[in-house]
């Protein structure tokens, strides 16, 4: 265990995923710093927090827990800094990263953030499947670089993958499993490739899922049905797909096709033309189904 005190997180990317990052950080009690590059999505993701925290009054409600009160919404915003400057993250003991899946994107901001952070202050990697090693060698603290593969919703799922690289220290992965416990949250701790364990498997089959639609040999309804009537699963792979954001699927399996050189992570051509017709899924109210 580390002897430094944790007390302000800094969460880049306020996307899906950033957002809720910063809203479990604040719930348990740490100062966020959230940083994304326009006031426009900041002021998106400030209501996206306020209505997953109104989701999880009404869901404890109703499970006959006593709902947080408003208050206590009002509080949990307040820990929360929303800026369009990174270097507010200056003052960060902990850095969790969740930009767009894209090495181009993430790459000059690991720069910037090693130069700007404090030499002690680790930084998590949330992504689907560039590898943490790669995160590792543009920095000066490979060892503080480790991979938490948060799960969508952050706010429902107990469970984070999380990923040592080549590396990635042992107080550094005990920090990591440190802070998701302060949040409430398990790790398991897997070692570093394309994809990890979670997204080479599910990848693949929302890939696939997504052939059988474009050679019309079912449409997403029907595939969604089967996963779900027949092997009991809560959501279908294209509904997953969905709800991940197609646009970070696509550029997810490109990844991986790229990373293994292997033809099966060919991505699926119905996939992209999706994502140029500005389907990205629920985030934009239509995917692979229509939300809106
Ligand atoms: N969506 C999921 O279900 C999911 C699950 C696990 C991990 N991830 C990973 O988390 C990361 C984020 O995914 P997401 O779904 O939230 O994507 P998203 O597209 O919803 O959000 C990405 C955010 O990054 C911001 N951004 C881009 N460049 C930036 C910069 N230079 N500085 C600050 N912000 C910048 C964008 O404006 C956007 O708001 C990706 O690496 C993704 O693979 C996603």
Avoid at 7 to 13: E, N
Avoid at 151 to 177: A, C, F, W
């Amino acid at each position: 265990m580390s002897d430094i005190t944790i007390q302000t997180i800094g969460v880049i990317g306020a996307g899906v995923m950033g957002s809720e990052v910063a809203q479990v950080f604040a719930q348990a009690g740490f100062d966020v710093v959230l940083v994304d590059t326009t006031d426009e999505v900041l002021d998106k993701a400030r209501q996206s927090v306020d209505r997953s925290l109104r989701f999880q009054r009404m869901l404890g409600a109703r499970r006959g827990l006593a709902p947080p009160p408003a208050a206590a919404r009002a509080e949990v915003l307040s820990r929360i800094r929303f800026t369009t400057e990174l270097a507010d993250v200056a003052e960060a003991d902990f850095v969790v990263e969740n930009v767009t899946e894209d090495w181009d994107v993430k790459r000059p901001i690991y720069v910037e953030l090693d130069q700007l952070c404090k030499p002690h202050t680790v930084f998590a990697v949330n992504t689907s499947c560039i590898p943490i090693t790669r995160v590792g060698g543009v920095t000066q603290r490979p060892d503080k670089i480790v991979g938490a593969h948060f799960m969508n919703p952050v706010s429902l799922k107990p469970m984070v993958e999380v990923i040592r690289g080549y590396h990635t220290s042992d107080e550094t992965v005990q920090t990591m499993l440190d802070m998701l416990a302060a949040i409430g949250k398990e790790g398991v701790v897997v070692a570093d490739s394309p994809g990890f364990v979670s997204n080479r498997v599910l990848m693949l089959t929302v890939n696939e899922a997504a052939y059988l639609v474009h050679e019309g040999v079912a449409d997403a309804t029907q595939v969604d049905r089967i996963f779900k009537g027949c092997f009991g699963h809560t959501m279908g792979p294209l509904e997953t797909a969905d709800l991940i954001g197609l646009d970070t699927i696509l550029l997810s399996i490109q990844g991986l096709f790229e990373s293994f050189a292997d033809s099966k992570y060919r991505p699926c051509p119905l996939l992209a033309r999706l994502v140029d017709a500005g389907r990205l899924g629920r985030k934009s109210g239509h995917g692979f189904h229509d939300y809106e």
